[in-house]
């Protein structure tokens, strides 16, 4: 995989060069290029934004040097042999971003950051190359940053992650919080490891017995608790088919029942009265 990533601060972009996507570039599984996009400016004081149309406060990042930044990186990437590029835009206004989305992402051979500063970068930017490449206007969360540098990081490290060699044990991420299949709009549930007591703690005993399938079982018991306390907005989404008995027979304990009404609004699951403590 191929990413590309534009910006004024290029030296925001050193992580990238430690932990797993460190050691995937180092391998060879991920090619980065960052650019300093004052490189395409041509006035003395290497300005890249103006003063937005319609006044109002803040400061917009202009036309020209993200157009010729873009089409110098898309030029260099073709000639190398990249292929099949798609333009991701970290906003606060775009889709937001998931494990689901990581996935999809992960799929692609080569991507291109814009992360902006500022109001961000004139609408006619994003426009043009939408013309020309897809692309994914992705938020990282219900806040804003001082500028979208820090989402790329986001980004590269959950889509990095998902590429074959990248995880010492390819398996790592089946059972991830979100993850396709089983756990699908579900949270993982908590971990332990040794030792089996700490500061008078100890752990499930369930976990020391052995038996798979009852481990199996309270891990997806957790899982949906965790769900159900932290993020009640996700269980509500769940598609009761997703669902077996043991974990209806749970989810009822914490106070949940399918919802017949609520599939036309989003919703599949309601509230009861005997929420667990």
Same mark, same amino acid.
């Given at each position: 995989?191929?990413?590309?990533?534009?910006?004024?601060?290029? @030296?925001?972009?050193?992580?990238?060069?430690?932990?797993?996507?460190?050691?995937?570039?180092?391998?060879?599984?991920?090619?980065?290029?960052?650019?300093?996009?004052?490189?395409?400016?041509?006035?003395?004081?290497?300005?890249?934004?103006?003063?937005?149309?319609?006044?109002?406060?803040?400061?917009?990042?202009?036309?020209?040097?993200?157009?010729?930044?873009?089409?110098?990186?898309?030029?260099?990437?073709?000639?190398?042999?990249?292929?099949?590029?798609?333009?991701?835009?970290?906003?606060?206004?775009?889709?937001?971003?998931?494990?689901?989305?990581?996935?999809?992402?992960?799929?692609?051979?080569?991507?291109?950051?814009?992360?902006?500063?500022?109001?961000?970068?004139?609408?006619?930017?994003?426009? @043009?190359?939408?013309?020309?490449?897809?692309?994914?206007?992705?938020?990282?969360g219900d806040y804003v940053l001082a500028g979208g540098e820090a989402a790329v990081l986001v980004v590269t490290e959950a889509v990095a992650r998902l590429l074959p060699g990248v995880l010492g044990n390819a398996e790592s991420h089946r059972d991830d919080s979100f993850a396709p299949g089983a756990m699908?709009?579900?949270?993982?549930?908590?971990?332990?490891?040794?030792?089996?007591?700490?500061?008078?703690?100890?752990?499930?005993?369930?976990?020391?017995?052995?038996?798979?399938?009852?481990?199996?079982?309270?891990?997806?018991?957790?899982?949906?608790?965790?769900?159900?306390?932290?993020?009640?907005?996700?269980?509500?989404?769940?598609?009761?088919?997703?669902?077996?008995?043991?974990?209806?027979?749970?989810?009822?304990?914490?106070?949940?029942?399918?919802?017949?009404?609520?599939?036309?609004?989003?919703?599949?699951?309601?509230?009861?009265?005997?929420?667990?403590?």
């Amino acid at each position: 995989m191929r990413l590309d990533v534009v910006t004024i601060f290029p @030296e925001y972009l050193e992580p990238l060069n430690v932990s797993l996507v460190g050691k995937a570039r180092a391998r060879g599984q991920l090619n980065v290029h960052v650019h300093d996009l004052r490189s395409w400016t041509h006035d003395r004081h290497h300005t890249v934004d103006d003063t937005p149309y319609g006044g109002g406060p803040g400061m917009v990042m202009k036309t020209d040097p993200w157009g010729d930044a873009l089409d110098s990186v898309l030029a260099d990437g073709y000639e190398t042999g990249a292929r099949e590029p798609a333009l991701i835009v970290p906003t606060p206004s775009g889709r937001p971003f998931t494990q689901e989305l990581a996935v999809h992402l992960s799929e692609r051979p080569w991507l291109i950051f814009t992360p902006a500063r500022y109001e961000g970068i004139d609408r006619r930017v994003v426009d @043009e190359y939408a013309a020309r490449i897809p692309v994914y206007e992705v938020s990282i969360g219900d806040y804003v940053l001082a500028g979208g540098e820090a989402a790329v990081l986001v980004v590269t490290e959950a889509v990095a992650r998902l590429l074959p060699g990248v995880l010492g044990n390819a398996e790592s991420h089946r059972d991830d919080s979100f993850a396709p299949g089983a756990m699908a709009g579900l949270l993982e549930g908590p971990v332990y490891t040794k030792p089996p007591v700490w500061r008078d703690r100890g752990i499930p005993e369930v976990l020391l017995s052995g038996h798979h399938g009852r481990i199996a079982r309270w891990r997806r018991d957790e899982a949906l608790r965790r769900t159900t306390a932290n993020r009640p907005d996700l269980i509500e989404r769940c598609d009761p088919r997703a669902f077996d008995k043991k974990d209806r027979e749970m989810l009822s304990v914490l106070g949940w029942e399918p919802d017949p009404a609520g599939e036309p609004y989003g919703r599949f699951w309601r509230r009861t009265g005997g929420v667990e403590e």
